[in-house]
């Protein structure tokens, strides 16, 4: 019989997997952006450019922002 983790706990972790995801479309788009500005940077230097810590706090805060508002148009519909 395997193991059937508590309702909180899968809920935690679909709330962790969702605001990653949300996380990951951030930086993706960041990182598209990087390359449409200027086409003659490489890999290394766009990531380096994207990767800060207010970018990462932006994309967390917009996460947590979009995940509360699903999860409430989840409810409501």
Do not use: C, Q
Not at 22 to 35: A, T
Not at 41 to 50: E, G, P, V
Not at 63 to 73: G, K, L, S
Request: no cysteine; net charge positive.
């Amino acid at each position: 019989m395997p193991f059937k983790l508590p309702w909180r706990l899968t809920s935690l972790r679909r709330a962790i997997i969702e605001i990653a995801f949300i996380v990951f479309l951030f930086y993706s788009n960041l990182l598209m952006g990087e390359f449409t500005r200027s086409s003659h940077r490489t890999l290394l230097a766009a990531l380096l450019d994207i990767f800060t810590l207010a970018n990462f706090g932006i994309a967390i805060v917009a996460a947590v922002i979009a995940y509360v508002v699903f999860e409430w148009w989840r409810m409501e519909l």
